[in-house]
């Protein structure tokens, strides 16, 4: 025989056995789902995963009308639970918060990339997690993001400076966006992240390092079957992986080091602003009370720059997209930004504050274009009961975030894009509080919900409410709008949104 065919004929035999075995000792009544074979189930999903794993999503439709809310898919050694809607959601996140708290153990490609889930994200539920989200709470609280107001001028001017330079010399034609939107969203993290206005060449070396571990991070889940055996089958994947995380470490960590030696200095309140490497230079890990290492202090920051910049960016390009293709959208952002401030006044806080429109235009575009279609996978903390059924501790378990969004129940014409439903009676002037956080009840959530729900959801609304209402004043917006989507880290544009934009001559024409 082949002796390749033999190695992949074994790897399909272990990774068999090991999903019947797992099936037999942990669950005797999971969810419902469709019959697989592991031999050719565990490796048809994750190599289907690696591809596009929102590719399973008209799957899941046609599931959920068979086996109920509730269902099973085996990826992978162990079941995939998915929970696909708005009441079993809040069940298990909000009323069963602290049981579905945990994450699922780290594969092999996240040790890597996170340090063996030694990071805000990846951490199990547990001391480690606790103290990652208090200290992250302690730099980003709602309170204390005033304290950044500096960064988010800065980036803002280098914006406009770029999207001025790119209008001018691309002889009114239109143009694409999304690098000048990213590049920017990586100015203002680097800076809350380090504490410095790096000059434009250490911050490309920044996004270089960080864009390369997103954009490969689903082609890498292939590395995941099997993977001592797999290095040998696919050695040179893993080489690239082993070099993106190589190249990060070149990159960030002489700027962590950097900043540790002015530390005294933020200590002694003689620096300006207070980052988030300062913050984790002063914490200790429960076990032990060690310092964190060289390679975790790493991860920590590339998982802070990723998680501020990516989705932030995609959502700002949804949402500019959608005030394109709209015009009236445009016009009411403008009347309510030109009624809040006064000409040549810098935007603030405070002023976002009193433009109810401007935050219905971003809840819906959150609405309309999550970034996740999936929120990062669970896992309960020990065996438990839900909705009859069985979950084991550490199997997969996955909330369907886009389809929740695009109920029909729950949301009227939930295809288009009316930032008005966000509003009480459809009336601009009076604002209604929408539970972001599913507290009372789920009927979206791209932050998630429950005890791991996103800890920078107010940094990340103020951040897209802050260049939305810049943009929208400094600019008119024009251009051809593609919504098709693709699966990059996030849910993405296909085809980039290109624009061609007007200086307004009169920022107060309205």
Not at 388 to 397: E, R
Request: proline fraction near 6%.
């Amino acid at each position: 025989m082949d002796p390749w065919l033999l190695l992949i004929t074994m790897l399909f035999l272990c990774a068999s056995l090991h999903s019947l075995v797992y099936l037999f000792f942990h669950a005797k009544n999971l969810p419902p789902g469709p019959p697989t074979i592991p031999i050719l189930g565990t490796f048809f999903w994750l190599v289907k995963s690696s591809n596009n794993f929102s590719s399973i999503e008209p799957l899941l439709r046609q599931l959920r009308a068979k086996y109920g809310p509730v269902l099973t898919l085996h990826i992978g050694s162990r079941p995939a639970i998915f929970i696909t809607t708005h009441e079993a959601a809040h069940r298990a996140l909000v009323q069963s918060g602290s049981v579905f708290a945990s994450r699922p153990p780290a594969l092999e490609t996240s040790r890597i990339l996170f340090s063996n889930q030694h990071t805000l994200t990846t951490a199990p539920y547990g001391s480690l997690w606790r103290l990652l989200r208090r200290n992250f709470m302690s730099v980003t609280h709602p309170s204390r993001l005033h304290l950044y107001s500096h960064g988010r001028k800065w980036a803002l001017e280098i914006l406009k400076k770029k999207l001025v330079e790119e209008a001018e010399s691309s002889d009114e034609k239109a143009f694409p966006v999304i690098g000048h939107f990213q590049h920017a969203m990586f100015c203002l993290l680097a800076y809350m992240c380090f504490g410095e206005k790096f000059e434009e060449k250490i911050i490309k070396e920044i996004e270089a390092v960080q864009r390369a571990s997103l954009t490969n991070i689903i082609r890498f889940n292939l590395l995941n079957f099997m993977p001592k055996l797999g290095k040998i089958v696919f050695r040179r994947m893993w080489k690239q992986l082993l070099q993106i995380r190589g190249d990060q470490e070149n990159v960030l960590l002489p700027l962590i080091k950097a900043r540790r030696e002015k530390h005294k200095n933020i200590i002694n309140k003689e620096e300006p602003i207070f980052s988030y490497v300062d913050s984790l230079l002063d914490l200790r890990l429960p076990d032990g009370e060690r310092e964190f290492s060289d390679g975790e202090l790493v991860s920590l920051c590339s998982e802070f720059i990723n998680g501020g910049t990516d989705t932030s960016t995609t959502t700002l390009q949804w949402v500019m997209a959608n005030i394109v293709k709209q015009e009236n959208i445009q016009n009411k952002l403008l009347k309510e930004i030109n009624t809040v401030t006064e000409a040549g006044s810098e935007i603030q806080e405070k002023d976002l504050k009193r433009m109810p429109y401007l935050k219905a235009v971003v809840l819906e575009t959150l609405r309309r274009h999550p970034p996740g279609h999936f929120i990062l996978p669970r896992a309960v903390t020990e065996d438990m009961k839900f909705d009859g059924y069985d979950i084991p501790k550490n199997a997969m378990v996955n909330f369907t975030v886009a389809e929740m969004s695009w109920d029909p129940k729950v949301w009227e014409d939930p295809m288009e894009f009316k930032p008005e439903r966000f509003m009480r009676n459809g009336e601009e002037e009076k604002e209604q509080v929408f539970d972001i956080k599913g507290i009372r009840e789920i009927k979206m959530m791209p932050f998630g919900a429950g005890r791991r729900i996103c800890p920078a959801i107010s940094m990340a609304l103020l951040h897209l409410e802050y260049f939305v209402a810049n943009l929208i004043r400094e600019f008119e917006w024009s251009g051809e709008v593609d919504f098709s989507e693709n699966q990059e880290f996030t849910i993405v544009m296909k085809n980039p949104l290109r624009v061609r934009i007007t200086p307004r001559t009169n920022l107060h024409e309205f």
